[in-house]
């Protein structure tokens, strides 16, 4: 995961009144257990909600959240269809149980812990689509966010007004809005189509009526003086 990755997804759940912990700070070549988990986020205060959770969580959903594991996969060119997710199976194994421990020992026996993958898209076919959340409901996984619903989330909630001098993202995101080179699609979306003006229609030249013509001029005399 790189760096402006990580800083979105930290400003993401830090607006919405999570604490975030991270696992590592460092690379290593060797893969441990504890490095295979991205965030541990707690939501001190939880929104009640009825119903239970939607798979595809939104900013209204993900604020319901108390505990969770979140594993963050940020090759923003793919989009995750049934046979790119059995291809690479290492990308659940934060949902192994020796793995998941290591959760448990974070957060206590405060209660469960939910496990959310957030990755870049997935298919924009119906059928496909269906066909890798199921997939994905079966790995074991609590609910999945989409990378572009949480980056248009934090891009709406983003004021230009304010200086995010704490913040790279927030800042560099409030910048953009600023000088008009970031607009949420929302604002775009309702946004009424502009019509083409309609060109003039060409008039045709009317004939004057023969009691409002001019007199013609009399023609030149071809007789010659002395003749």
Do not use: C
């Amino acid at each position: 995961m790189s760096a402006v990755t990580e800083a979105i997804v930290r400003e993401y759940f830090e607006q919405r009144g999570f604490m975030v912990h991270q696992q590592r700070k460092y690379v290593s070549t060797m893969l441990r257990d504890e490095e295979e988990m991205d965030f541990l986020v707690f939501n001190p205060k939880p929104l009640k909600g009825e119903g239970p959770l939607p798979f595809v969580l939104g900013s209204q959903d993900v604020v319901r959240l108390e505990r969770a594991v979140v594993e963050v996969k940020a090759s923003h060119t793919q989009t995750y269809s049934p046979a790119q997710l059995k291809d690479e199976p290492e990308m659940f194994r934060f949902l192994e149980p020796a793995i998941f421990k290591q959760a448990a020992k974070f957060f206590g026996d405060g209660g469960a812990v939910s496990k959310i993958l957030i990755i870049p898209a997935l298919p924009h076919d119906e059928t496909l689509r269906q066909q890798s959340l199921d997939l994905l409901r079966a790995k074991g996984l609590d609910g999945i966010i989409p990378f572009g619903s949480l980056l248009a989330d934090l891009v709406a909630s983003t004021e230009p007004n304010r200086n995010y001098q704490k913040s790279d993202v927030l800042q560099v995101i409030r910048l953009l809005k600023n000088y008009d080179l970031l607009r949420e699609s929302q604002m775009e979306l309702f946004k009424q189509p502009q019509r083409k003006p309609t060109p003039p229609a060409k008039r045709k030249a009317t004939p004057l009526p023969e009691s409002t013509a001019p007199p013609a001029a009399p023609a030149e005399s071809t007789i010659q003086p002395g003749s």
